[in-house]
Antibody, heavy 119, light 107 residues
């Protein structure tokens, strides 16, 4: 059974860079899945950030695209999210997830990590 | 972007009630429509994909229907563990977009 676990700082200063890692265990990141990031501001709904395939092919939400980079590390079986120039609006629980290549809607999710943007 | 609009945004229902949640897309999404359940403080759980295909282990009281731009999640007989927020997701085009959510509360 695959497990995904987010890690990274829980507090980021305004104008700084949010950096998170999603470690995959019980499965290979080189398998046929889209590796995805979704976020949820406190008390609000879900927002799709973007996804990456093990080949490096990626898709991003245009609302964030200029500030977001998603990368994959096949050697260490994890993928990462970086969001630059953060503001309080980026405060959210960030989830990593995976969806298979045929049905990209994510079926497996990490527990989520709360990232607060504050000075 | 394809906008996904759920209705209602919130509802009160009793155990045993039949519950219907609608998700409308601003343009056609073929059959690339999924439903998620999220309980407070928990991770979203995918219930249904490809409009009507139940994920493994999801009770048969959940069902999905629809096509094109209008989709429905139905719970045939609401159980105590079903009180949660439900989201639709279109994975037809980029960016993927979720509905705003429907909170099902106890009456």
């Amino acid at each position: 059974q695959v497990q995904l676990q987010e890690s990274g700082p829980g507090l980021v200063k305004p104008s700084g860079t949010l950096s998170l890692t999603c470690t995959v265990s019980g499965g290979s990141i080189s398998s046929s899945y889209w590796w995805t990031w979704v976020r949820q501001p406190p008390g609000k709904g879900l927002e799709w950030i973007g996804e990456i395939y093990h080949s490096g092919s990626s898709n991003y939400n245009p609302s964030l695209k200029s500030r977001v980079i998603i990368s994959v590390d096949k050697s260490n079986n994890f993928f990462s999210l970086k969001v630059t120039s953060v503001t309080a609006a980026d405060t959210a629980v960030y989830f990593c997830a995976r969806g298979d290549i045929a049905v990209s809607a994510p079926a497996d999710w990490g527990q989520g990590i709360l990232v607060t943007v504050s000075s | 972007d394809i906008q996904m609009t759920q209705s209602p945004s919130a509802m009160s229902a009793s155990v045993g009630d039949r519950v219907t949640i609608t998700c409308r897309a601003s343009q056609g999404v073929s059959n690339f429509l999924a439903w998620f359940q999220q309980k407070p403080g928990q991770v979203p759980k995918r219930l249904i994909y490809a409009v009507f295909t139940l994920d493994t282990g999801v009770p048969s009281r959940f069902s999905g229907s629809g096509s094109g731009t209008e989709f429905t999640l139905t719970i045939s007989s609401l159980q105590p563990e079903d009180f949660a927020t439900y989201y639709c997701l279109q994975h037809y085009s980029y960016p993927r977009t979720f509905g705003q959510g429907t909170k099902v509360e106890i009456k």
